[in-house]
């Protein structure tokens, strides 16, 4: 039974990648700060619900805490990690750059060197398509310049990318990093468009609405990305012995066992029909406050998931009208409204 080391299993992702994972028949450990960016209690029902499986087992801590995440990797020795684990939130790295910089670089630093210890088969982390920043060219695919981020949220994740490289370098240490685009889904976090505008408009209160709803983004539900994310284990890179070998559109490294991939639903939704697609699965229309560009925003994302679809047979799929429709569900019996 493969054993697989994820952080942020009490996350909105990392909580669905490890229910999907267990399920296949891994053996899980999960690695949580429980940090109060949003609601705790949120993340400790995700994890009781993971504890039902006897296969799956966390440490609490801070991915700062070098020793504590030493020793976890010692005494479970998995043989691949998948770091989500990071601060989220692009709008609260306005507020708080501070935490991107200990929690993004810091702890992803920690858990580069574990993966470099145990030499796992294969290192996969959570990167973002935020790192696309100012690119306007549509759909985006791996092999664009990412020179232009807007937010240090971005900026972080940009150099995860790099570190990761310098080690996949280095140390022959196999990894993907994975741009995921805007998440959706039941159990999501609560500074979230979904959760707010669901939340507003059962309560009745105004929803904020930027730039003018003038805006698109790739919204891919939270199963799906989740199901991308596994079928891409057994794709470890594998270090070129010359350029050549490297297939057009593919982003493998020349000179390290490295590759970035989309995971995307590579289906561009006007932010307007998104609202629409929610007042429509609650059946009433939301108090609209219409806003200019916030700062950092970006006003379109888009995948090209050639590359995914290539290396593993598989591309998310699911409607958005679906995947609101899960989330109400998800929404109305959890907080019982």
Same mark, same amino acid.
């Given at each position: 039974?493969?054993?697989?080391?994820?952080?942020?299993?009490?996350?909105?992702?990392?909580?669905?990648?490890?229910?999907?994972?267990?399920?296949?028949?891994?053996?899980?450990?999960?690695?949580?700060?429980?940090?109060?960016?949003?609601?705790?209690?949120?993340?400790?029902?995700?994890?009781?619900?993971?504890?039902?499986?006897?296969?799956?087992?966390?440490?609490?801590?801070?991915?700062?805490?070098?020793?504590?995440?030493?020793?976890?990797?010692?005494?479970?020795?998995?043989?691949?990690?998948?770091?989500?684990?990071?601060?989220?939130?692009?709008?609260?790295?306005?507020?708080?750059?501070?935490?991107?910089?200990?929690?993004?670089? #810091?702890?992803?630093?920690? *858990?580069?060197?574990?993966?470099?210890?145990? %030499? +796992?088969?294969? /290192?996969?982390m959570a990167s973002t398509s935020s790192v696309y920043g100012a690119n306007t060219e549509m759909p985006v695919d791996e092999l664009e310049k990412v020179d232009t981020p807007l937010t240090f949220y971005a900026a972080t994740k940009k150099a995860n990318e790099a570190m990761a490289h310098s080690y996949a370098h280095l140390w022959e240490l196999p990894t993907t990093m994975f741009r995921f685009f805007t998440v959706y889904g039941p159990w999501g976090r609560p500074d979230m468009a979904l959760f707010?505008?669901?939340?507003?408009?059962?309560?009745?209160?105004?929803?904020?609405?930027?730039?003018?709803?003038?805006?698109?983004?790739?919204?891919?539900?939270?199963?799906?990305?989740?199901?991308?994310?596994?079928?891409?284990?057994?794709?470890?890179?594998?270090?070129?012995?010359?350029?050549?070998?490297?297939?057009?559109?593919?982003?493998?490294?020349? #000179?390290?066992?490295?590759? *970035?991939?989309?995971?995307?639903?590579?289906? %561009? +939704?006007?932010? /307007?029909?998104?609202?629409?697609?929610?007042?429509?699965?609650?059946?009433?229309?939301?108090?609209?406050?219409?806003?200019?560009?916030?700062?950092?925003?970006?006003?379109?994302?888009?995948?090209?998931?050639?590359?995914?679809?290539?290396?593993?047979?598989?591309?998310?799929?699911?409607?958005?009208?679906?995947?609101?429709?899960?989330?109400?569900?998800?929404?109305?019996?959890?907080?019982?409204?």
């Open positions: 039974m493969k054993r697989i080391l994820i952080t942020g299993t009490a996350g909105f992702i990392g909580f669905h990648l490890a229910k999907l994972l267990l399920a296949e028949g891994f053996r899980v450990h999960g690695y949580d700060g429980m940090t109060d960016y949003y609601d705790v209690t949120l993340k400790q029902r995700r994890h009781q619900m993971l504890l039902q499986n006897s296969n799956f087992s966390i440490t609490e801590g801070m991915l700062e805490d070098e020793a504590k995440f030493d020793e976890l990797a010692d005494a479970f020795q998995p043989e691949v990690i998948i770091h989500l684990a990071a601060q989220a939130g692009v709008r609260y790295s306005l507020e708080n750059p501070r935490a991107y910089l200990e929690s993004n670089l #810091v702890g992803t630093f920690n *858990v580069m060197e574990a993966a470099r210890k145990q %030499k +796992v088969d294969h /290192l996969l707010k505008f669901t939340k507003g408009i059962i309560e009745g209160t105004p929803i904020d609405i930027f730039n003018h709803g003038n805006m698109y983004r790739d919204f891919t539900y939270v199963e799906d990305l989740a199901r991308g994310i596994y079928s891409l284990l057994d794709a470890a890179p594998q270090r070129p012995e010359s350029p050549d070998q490297i297939e057009s559109g593919d982003s493998l490294s020349p #000179v390290a066992p490295y590759r *970035v991939v989309n995971i995307g639903n590579s289906t %561009k +939704v006007r932010l /307007l029909d998104y609202i629409e697609a929610i007042e429509e699965e609650l059946g009433c229309k939301a108090i609209r406050n219409y806003m200019e560009m916030q700062t950092g925003d970006v006003q379109a994302t888009w995948a090209d998931v050639t590359l995914l679809k290539r290396l593993t047979g598989y591309q998310p799929e699911t409607d958005i009208r679906e995947g609101v429709k899960q989330f109400v569900a998800w929404y109305r019996a959890y907080y019982e409204v």
